[in-house]
């Protein structure tokens, strides 16, 4: 195997052994293949990642991962088919995977850019797809099904219903219907299969809300290579293909779905991009965004409340300074003269930059989301020392504060780069959700979560860590292992769809 790995900041980079080629190069080698078994050798690669639960899997002596696998898919749906053509499923592909890998990689080692911005660079397109997936997707049923019909904003709006033609519940077990599968293709339910699983569950699902289901989740190969949306990559909108009728045995059309953790995070995590493409409003507003970023904070709140029994878990406090109305962060944890001030925002940095890894893309989107998240921070700690308002009074005995940004996104090598753009910043914990709820998970039974924020901000090198990396080193455990409170979220779901 070809590959060299990088630890930096204990976080692992894989760099694959490559060929060198131009992308015409590699479409003249793409269109000796029949683009159907080409794209059946990608989705069964895919396929066994999802299986085994690894990040990334061998096709001989070749390393993929799901991101590299759906850049190689939509480079061959983007080739001119040639009929007749070789059956990869009998061939080797080493050195067109390799080739591809070129081109994937290549500008990640242009000389023109900085080490900071290679950095991003890899790293928005290797660690997403590393995260633990039962986290998101348990996160969604406790937002949509807990919190969001307790929402004060959008009560006129079925957003699954206006946005998918579907319930929370038939999305949910349209895309489990399909993960459960061994194969990485298949056809549309018959009604006598649709009858049984009906029977066995609490949930209506119909021919009508799996054309629904195909209608949010595939496309045709030509609307894949026309798609102009919010996603890097159209196979992250639309993970399964319509590969049209492919056997002679069945007019049935046949579906293929490429990477099964792409469709998984589809509904752990992009559905909430369809909801912020549906009700985009004039001059950049959206309801949806802002009554999610509502529900997410509420979420954060009550999953601090599950892991704190003797701690003090204070929602946003009103106080009044200079005769004006003040609000405090999101959410305070306090005992004794400890407090950890906790400020949730739903975004860090945004797709351009995730692409291109630019310093002064990083650099403007940070000043427009985690600058106020810094500022909201500095300005509630500094008002608790002051003693100077009586709403907060009751803190006065506050000496070790830890102040921390929740972002939903990851936002990677975020405590390393952020204090190289405004030094300050390094007084501040960014972590993404995930990482708070492994991190709560770890510090459950002793509440430790202040002793491990304080540790890591008083050594440079732990500091700089993303928190996943920090809990597996200093902490000896496993990150990215789902939370007691998260896997009782799942069974209590499933439970009551048997009942």
């Known amino acids: 195997m070809n590959t060299l790995r990088a630890k930096i900041l204990d976080k692992e980079i894989y760099v694959v052994d490559t060929i060198e080629a131009t992308a015409n190069d590699i479409a003249h080698d793409v269109q000796a293949y029949e683009s159907i078994s080409l794209l059946r050798v990608i989705a069964d690669l895919g396929n066994h990642i999802y299986r085994s639960r690894l990040d990334f899997t061998l096709y001989r002596q070749v390393q993929v991962n799901d991101s590299f696998l759906i850049f190689s898919a939509l480079f061959v749906l983007n080739c001119e088919s040639t ?31 900085t080490p900071d911005e290679i950095l991003l660079r890899f790293a928005y397109r290797q660690f997403p797809h590393q995260q633990e997936l039962l986290n998101g997707f348990t996160r969604s049923i406790y937002i949509y099904q807990k919190i969001w019909p307790n929402r004060t904003q959008m ?30 293709y298949f056809y549309k339910l ?5 009858n049984k699983i009906n029977g066995s569950l609490n949930v209506a699902i119909s021919m009508t809300s799996e054309a629904a289901f195909l209608n ?95 701690w003090d878990v204070i929602p946003e406090l009103t106080y009044t300074k200079a005769k004006n109305s003040v609000s405090t962060v999101d959410w305070i944890v306090s005992r004794g003269d400890k407090l950890i001030l ?63 940004c929740i972002v939903a ?29 492994d991190i709560l998970e770890v510090q459950k039974k002793d509440q430790s979560l202040h002793y491990l924020l304080s540790k890591k901000r008083k050594r440079q090198r732990l500091q700089e860590m993303d928190f996943n990396e920090y809990i597996i080193s200093v902490v000896k455990g496993r990150a990215h292992r789902s939370s007691q409170f998260l896997r009782d979220i799942f069974n209590q779901y499933f439970t009551g769809l048997k009942q």
């Open 83 to 113: 009929p007749n053509g070789i059956d990869a499923s009998r061939a080797d592909l080493q050195i067109l995977f390799k080739k591809l890998w070129f081109i994937y990689d290549k500008d990640c080692t242009e000389e023109d850019i």
């Open 216 to 310: 949010w989740a595939s496309r045709s190969p030509n609307d894949i290579c026309e798609y102009t949306g919010s996603l890097d990559n159209a196979l992250q909108k639309y993970p399964i293909i319509n590969i049209g009728i492919v056997s002679q045995r069945t007019d049935q059309d046949a579906f293929l779905i490429l990477t099964k953790n792409c469709l998984y995070q589809k509904l752990a995590h992009y559905l909430y991009f369809d909801f912020i493409e549906r009700y985009r409003g004039e001059r950049g507003s959206n309801i949806f965004k802002t009554t999610y970023g509502q529900a997410f904070q509420e979420y954060v709140g009550e999953l601090l409340k599950a892991h704190f029994r003797s």
């Open 342 to 404: 906790l400020e949730v925002k739903q975004s860090s940095i945004f797709l351009e930059t995730k692409q291109s890894g630019s310093m002064e893309s990083f650099r403007k989107d940070c000043k427009r989301t985690l600058d106020v998240a810094f500022t909201q921070l500095q300005t509630t700690k500094t008002d608790i020392e002051a003693h100077s308002f009586d709403e907060l009074k009751f803190m006065g005995k506050a000496k070790n504060i830890e102040m921390v």
């Open 409 to 437: 996104d990851p936002l990677y090598f975020g405590n390393m780069l952020l204090p190289m753009i405004r030094e300050e910043y390094s007084e501040m914990h960014v972590i993404n959700i995930t990482d708070l709820e």
């Open 190 to 194: 018959d009604q006598e299969t649709l």
């Open 155 to 184: 009560l006129e709006n079925d957003i699954f219903n206006e946005t998918l033609g579907l319930t929370f519940d038939q999305v949910l077990m349209h895309v489990f219907l399909w993960l459960s599968s061994e194969q990485s």
